[in-house]
């Protein structure tokens, strides 16, 4: 039952035949190659840093334009409140009323005749 399964080796070295086995020592990095290494991280480290920096002056710019925009959306409302109540204060009946009788120089009528609507007016 429990058979080891068949693996299938390389053929024998022939004699005379050059092997393309090479032994690898260890690489560690040279100290140009780590001098690159470290030149590459700061450039990326100040590439980062100076465009957190303009980042930072765009929202500030932006902040800027967003406070003018709402100061100027106070002075809209403030106006539109007033122009409200001057619309009303000229609506109200008190004042139309004074401006027909002194300055229109219009009376109120002795009688007041109502039509019937029910009734056609005479020829």
């Known amino acids: ?27 560690r990095p040279r100290p140009n190659h780590m001098r690159r290494i470290v030149l590459r991280a700061a450039v990326v480290l100040l590439g980062g840093l100076f465009a957190i920096g303009v980042l930072q002056a765009v929202v500030t710019q932006s902040q800027g334009r967003i406070d003018q925009l709402d100061g100027q959306i106070d002075e809209a409302v403030s106006l539109d409140r007033q122009l409200r109540l001057r619309r009303a204060e000229l609506l109200s009946p008190a004042r139309l009323a004074f401006e027909a009788r002194d300055r229109l120089g219009m009376v109120p009528p002795d009688t007041i005749h109502y039509l019937d609507p029910a009734v056609p007016p005479a020829p």
Do not use: H, K
């Open 1 to 27: 039952m429990n058979r080891a399964l068949p693996t299938r080796r390389s053929p024998a070295p022939q004699a005379g035949a050059q092997s393309r086995l090479r032994v690898v020592g260890s690489e």
